[in-house]
Structure formats: structure tokens, C-alpha cells
């Protein structure tokens, strides 16, 4: 298994900061979200700060499973729709959450279940991008971002120290 060539850690701090500027983004955006439907596990956390911040007390989840090894999404299979309600009249009051968008191939399932959603991601990959209506950081498609329930502790060795030969 390889991994691509840059890596993006982010902190517990950072990404509360991304999604708290995420939130002020959708300020503007409001149009009265009855909902908010995350995609699991991801946008499990933002979606808790952006309804803590936006006011919004229903968050709801659609969990879609990708079977791949890291390099390389496999086949997606949606384990959990969205309460039928909250995609009458396509999710026009509903708000998607994640913390990123990669391929954009999770987003595309998510957002033919609710294309008039408006659709919020923390990050967001050029080829996913498209598919987001509002994201805070882009960052380049052979970037890994590890996230901060994915780390634990450790010595992270210096940057310049991966391009010695």
C-alpha cells in the first residue's frame, strides 16, 4: 500500500476552527435548513458543531460505505438512507455535511438522493469539488488529510526529512 506523497494533519483545535468557519459560511447561505444530514462517520463531527452553531436541533445521517484499500475508492453501498421526509421536495430545506470530499463519488450518491440539498464540507479535493456547494480548505488530490480521530500521539519526523535522497 502506498500513500500519496503529502500529508495534511489536522488537530482536534484545527478542525473545530474549520468547522466553526465553515458554519459562518453557511450564514449567508441560510435558507431556513429544517435538517442536517451528515454522512457517517465523517461528517459526524462537523455536522455537531455546525448544529450547535447554526441552531439547527435535527441532524439526521446517510451512511455509505466504500470497500477499498486506501489508494483507490472501491464500491460504494449506501448502509442507511435518509428518513423519507427529509428528501420531500428533493432536501430543498436540508443541509449535507461531511468533512471532506475526495472523489467526489460519495457526494454524487448523497446528492442524488437530495439534489436540491445544499451540500457543506469541511475540505474538498478537485474532483469532489464540483459536487459541494460550500467547503472552507481545498487541498490537492494526492493529499491525504489525517484526520483527528485517525491519529493518535506521535513523533511527526520534519518535513524536509522526506525529501532527503
Known amino acids: 500500500m502506498s500513500l500519496p506523497e503529502k500529508a495534511f494533519p489536522v488537530s482536534w483545535d484545527q478542525f473545530h476552527?474549520?468547522?466553526r468557519a465553515l458554519a459562518w459560511r453557511l450564514t449567508g447561505n441560510n435558507g431556513g435548513w429544517k435538517a442536517i444530514v451528515c454522512i457517517t462517520r465523517g461528517g459526524l463531527v462537523p455536522a455537531a458543531i455546525i448544529a450547535r452553531e447554526l441552531g439547527i436541533r435535527v441532524i439526521e445521517t446517510v451512511c455509505?460505505?466504500?470497500y477499498h484499500e486506501y489508494t483507490e475508492q472501491g464500491e460504494l453501498r449506501v448502509l442507511?438512507?435518509?428518513?423519507?421526509s427529509l428528501m420531500e421536495n428533493e432536501g430543498a430545506d436540508v443541509l449535507i455535511v461531511d468533512d471532506l470530499t475526495d472523489t467526489g463519488k460519495t457526494a454524487a450518491v448523497v446528492r442524488a438522493m437530495m439534489p436540491r440539498a445544499h451540500f457543506a464540507t469541511v475540505y474538498a479535493?478537485?474532483?469532489g469539488r464540483p459536487l459541494v456547494d460550500t467547503f472552507v480548505t481545498e487541498v490537492s488530490q494526492d493529499t491525504w488529510i489525517y484526520f483527528p480521530w485517525d491519529m493518535g500521539f506521535?513523533?511527526?519526523k520534519p518535513i524536509s526529512e522526506d525529501h532527503l535522497g
Open 154 to 156: 506521535t513523533y511527526q
Open 80 to 84: 442507511k438512507e435518509v428518513t423519507p
Open 64 to 66: 455509505v460505505a466504500s
Open 125 to 127: 479535493k478537485p474532483k
Open 17 to 19: 476552527r474549520d468547522a
